[in-house]
């Protein structure tokens, strides 16, 4: 027994001279590739036997016979194990290598494709997550692109609209200036007309700064959406009547809701601007409020004809204004953009619909309890 006890702590020892030894090696050599580190490991491995082998041996329980045939066994293993380990070091870099290129495929702008080959789990795992990677980057690509487009879009029709109004502004007063004008209160009426129509569009372009800068603080209240309704709506009757269009508000539960009150009359502002302005003249423009399992859900409906499918996904947009975007009235195509930031930053969602004869906005808030 205590012989066993020598021979393992004499192997021990040899072996763990020879692990010290290829530890270091690996040390010095962790740039180098994954080859060289097998080449290491498998060396070790059989330089701790032969080292604790021999350590044996110069303690006596060992033969001159003995040692030269254990010495021999080692080196035999130790040609096969090196080999072996070359061979799968080999097989790894390549792998790598494929990986990398598709990687580098990947990062010029490319969709990254998986090679075919087969390879370690490890490796096709970092595949997987290049892959996943890869597709959540060209989405990322394709909503800048479009947010680019939409901002460039956004330019030219701000740039068109501000120089209609100011170009007629200043025509009227040049006329004014020169004494020329036939009607001077008229001019001056229309000089206001205009200039408030300047201001709402610069407020709208501060609100949707302070949106998407993430600037937008609300303080909210609790409140009932009938109230909440029936102010909009209030708000909206004289556009109406200018444009022939009825408002009906008969479908609304007073529902109450923890919302910023002075944020959320613009959302219904717009929205009812929105559908009075494109809904014909004898037209019906319906808001309803209802409880759902999802939350609160407000709703307007207008009697616009509808809205193509191919733009359903662009309406919330920066700078979207549908078929009519030269038309005065349409403004600068920001009031939906500034909806939509306005509702989720109250942590909501909205969307759009078609319906039977126009469309169907719907703006959904979280359900307050009691």
């Given at each position: 027994m205590r012989d066993m006890l020598l021979i393992a702590l004499f192997a021990f020892l040899g072996a763990a001279a020879a692990g010290v030894v290829g530890a270091c090696v690996l040390l010095l050599i962790r740039r180098r590739s994954l080859t060289a580190h097998l080449a290491v490991v498998a060396g070790v491995a059989v330089a701790a036997m032969l080292a604790g082998t021999l350590a044996v041996a110069q303690a006596m329980f060992l033969s001159a016979h003995d040692l030269s045939v254990?010495?021999?066994?080692?080196?035999?293993?130790?040609?096969?194990?090196?080999?072996?380990?070359?061979?799968?070091?080999?097989?790894?870099?390549?792998?790598?290598?494929?990986?990398?290129?598709?990687?580098?495929?990947?990062?010029?702008?490319?969709?990254?494709?998986?090679?075919?080959?087969?390879?370690?789990?490890?490796?096709?795992?970092?595949?997987?997550?290049?892959?996943?990677?890869?597709?959540?980057?060209?989405?990322?690509?394709?909503?800048?692109?479009?947010?680019?487009?939409?901002?460039?879009?956004?330019?030219?029709?701000?740039?068109?609209?501000?120089?209609?109004?100011?170009?007629?502004?200043?025509?009227?007063?040049?006329?004014?200036?020169?004494?020329?004008?036939?009607?001077?209160?008229?001019?001056?009426?229309?000089?206001?007309?205009?200039?408030?129509?300047?201001?709402?569009?610069?407020?709208?372009?501060?609100?949707l700064s302070r949106i998407h800068a993430g600037a937008l603080t609300l303080s909210p209240s609790r409140i009932s959406l009938y109230d909440l309704i029936g102010d909009a709506l209030a708000g909206a009757d004289p556009l109406a009547r200018e444009h022939g269009v009825r408002l009906v508000g008969d479908r609304v539960e007073p529902v109450p809701v923890e919302v910023d009150g002075r944020e959320m009359s613009r959302v219904l502002g717009n929205l009812l601007v929105n559908a009075i302005r494109r809904t014909p003249a004898d037209g019906t423009v319906a808001v309803a409020a209802r409880r759902s399992d999802d939350g609160v859900v407000l709703s307007v409906t207008d009697g616009c004809g509808g809205i193509p499918e191919e733009d359903l996904p662009r309406v919330f947009d920066t700078g979207w204004r549908g078929t009519h975007a030269r038309t005065p009235p349409a403004g600068a195509g920001l009031g939906l953009a500034i909806v939509r930031g306005i509702v989720e930053a109250h942590r909501g969602s909205t969307t759009v619909r078609n319906v039977n004869g126009g469309c169907r906005f719907e703006v959904t808030l979280p359900a307050t309890a009691g």
């Open positions: 254990v010495t021999t066994v080692v080196a035999m293993a130790a040609v096969v194990s090196t080999v072996t380990a070359l061979l799968l070091g080999r097989w790894v870099v390549a792998r790598s290598h494929e990986l990398a290129l598709a990687a580098r495929s990947f990062g010029d702008g490319g969709d990254f494709a998986a090679p075919e080959r087969p390879s370690t789990a490890e490796l096709a795992a970092l595949s997987r997550e290049l892959a996943a990677t890869s597709v959540r980057l060209a989405e990322s690509r394709d909503r800048e692109r479009a947010l680019e487009s939409s901002r460039r879009e956004l330019v030219a029709w701000i740039s068109h609209d501000l120089r209609t109004p100011l170009a007629g502004l200043r025509a009227m007063a040049e006329a004014l200036e020169d004494g020329v004008a036939a009607e001077p209160d008229r001019y001056l009426r229309q000089i206001r007309t205009e200039v408030e129509r300047l201001n709402g569009m610069v407020g709208d372009l501060f609100e």
